[in-house]
């Protein structure tokens, strides 16, 4: 598994990345959008429209890319491993100058990545890593999945004693795609800390994928409380699949975010609406918004500079008697 503590130290492939920008830069004559006439052309690839976080991205990739000037081709793989490769394939047959993509799982990756070396085209990921040889993409614009986990378990502490919860806690956790980088590093990160301070009164119950979908998040979680009514957190990968289950957890006749105390990931709009209305107890956000940063780092790599191996995004925690006034400010 890639660690992505590596991207801040190996210096590896960074030094090779230049050495692939400077080989894209020889076919346009010039360099790029900094001061260069050529504009840059970015094929983008995304995972699919499958959560408001999702939405969020597109919308910020899109929009950035318009401002920077850049020619971006862009395709949504529904999903789909498959679709994300061919997608990738034709950017390499169309000769783009730079590919950014955000791989929907972490693994099977390599092959294709090694077509874009042999055509001498710089990638870029963009919010989830990948399990491949690291000498094969530049950099990664986006979250650490894995303290987003420890801040979910940090803020479930805090909920615990607000709502004055004593004894055993039985969880249930809705994961995000299964084999996706924020799947596996939120459930990590959230284990670790169980497993360092509440190896005696913390217990997963139930956990499996709801496909970061909000249908995905309300059947699995209809399932959970027929196998185990005495569920009493969830803690959801997502916001979507929160909203989902909290779906399921109204038909079942219980009352969330009392009943059932919920933490989710991501911070879009409709999980904070979840939240002021008392349905979600504390939220750990995601930024979606990369754009910006992104454009900014496919402009560096097309003029052959170095650029980090991995540029992390900024982020907060919210308790429910936040929401209120944080909602108006959300940009997402
Ligand atoms: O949390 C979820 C989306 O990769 C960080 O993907 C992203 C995740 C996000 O579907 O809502």
């Known amino acids: 598994m890639l660690n992505r503590r590596n991207f801040l130290t190996a210096a590896i492939g960074v030094a090779a990345a230049g050495t692939l920008a400077a080989c894209a830069k020889e076919d346009g004559g010039t360099s790029g959008s900094s001061g260069g006439s050529k504009t840059i052309t970015l094929g983008f690839s995304q995972v699919g429209s499958e959560s408001g976080w999702r939405s ?21 793989a529904q999903q789909k491993q498959e679709n994300q490769i061919s997608a990738i394939r034709s950017y390499i047959a169309q ?3 730079v590919i950014a993509f955000s791989p929907v799982v972490v693994t099977g990756w390599d092959a294709i990545l090694n077509e874009a070396k042999a055509a001498k085209i710089p990638v ?7 399990e491949s040889d690291e000498s094969l993409f530049v950099t990664l614009v986006g979250s650490d999945f894995t303290d987003e986990g420890r801040r979910a378990a940090k803020m479930l502490e805090k ?16 994961e995000g795609t299964t084999g996706a980088a924020p799947a596996i590093e939120r459930a990590k990160g959230f284990k670790e800390v169980m497993d360092a301070d509440h190896a005696d009164d913390w217990k997963i119950v139930v956990s499996q994928t709801g496909d970061f979908t909000r249908a995905g998040g309300k059947q699995v979680m209809a399932a959970f409380l027929q196998s185990n009514p005495d569920i009493d957190v969830l ?14 957890i109204e038909a079942a006749g ?3 975010g009392k009943d059932i105390l919920i933490v989710t990931v991501d911070g879009v709009k409709d999980g904070f609406i979840a939240m002021s209305e008392g349905k979600i107890n504390a939220i750990v956000e995601c930024n979606p918004l990369l754009g910006p940063q992104l454009m900014e780092v496919v402009k560096k790599v097309h003029a052959g500079e170095t650029v980090e191996r991995w540029i992390k995004t900024e982020e907060s925690d919210f308790m429910q008697d936040q929401a209120k006034d944080a909602l108006p400010t959300r940009k997402y």
């Open 159 to 174: 909920v615990l004693e607000k709502a004055g919860h004593k004894g055993p806690v039985k969880i249930a956790q809705l």
């Open 124 to 130: 870029v990921l963009t919010d989830r890593s990948v």
């Open 235 to 248: 803690f959801a990968h997502n916001d979507d699949m929160g909203i989902g289950a909290i779906q399921a």
């Open 95 to 97: 000769k783009v100058d």
């Open 56 to 76: 969020a991205n597109t919308d910020s990739v899109k929009s950035a890319a318009k401002e920077a000037g850049y020619n971006l081709k862009f395709s949504d």
């Open 254 to 256: 219980k009352k969330p």
